[in-house]
Nanobody, 118 residues
Framework: QVQLVESGGGLEQPGGSLRLSCAAS???????????MGWYRQAPGKQRELVAT???????NYADSVKGRFSISRVNAGNTVYLQMNSLKPEDTAVYYC?????????WGQGTQVTVSS
């Protein structure tokens, strides 16, 4: 089992940038068992949706709405996943959640608010 701490959310102007971080803590065994890490978001009145994921092997997947603007990274399959968000749009406003998935556990962070507004 792991515990997740998210940071980096806040207010930003349209066209601006933010970087989200999610740090996973736990045993060496649990960290090594992680198959994928990712970011999801939920806007008011909307379903939670996938934003981006990265697998242990390094494969990435992005929602069409963020391709070319957002970038997910996990250095050497470490304990921290980042989401670099550029060219932010008001439609990106949501609570962003980190998710860590392994064979024996599926853990979500508490969420961090991202608001894009003039």
């Amino acid at each position: 089992q792991v515990q997740l701490v998210e940071s980096g959310g806040g207010l930003e102007q349209p066209g601006g940038s933010l970087r989200l971080s999610c740090a996973a803590s736990g045993t060496i065994f649990s960290i090594n068992s992680i198959n994928s890490m990712g970011w999801y978001r939920q806007a008011p009145g909307k379903q939670r949706e996938l934003v981006a994921t990265v697998t242990r092997e390094g494969s990435t997947n992005y929602a069409d709405s963020v391709k070319g603007r957002f970038s997910i990274s996990r250095v050497n399959a470490g304990n921290t996943v980042y989401l670099q968000m550029n060219s932010l749009k008001p439609e990106d406003t949501a609570v962003y959640y980190c998710r860590v998935l392994a064979r024996t556990f599926d853990t979500w962070g508490q969420g961090t608010q991202v608001t894009v507004s003039s």
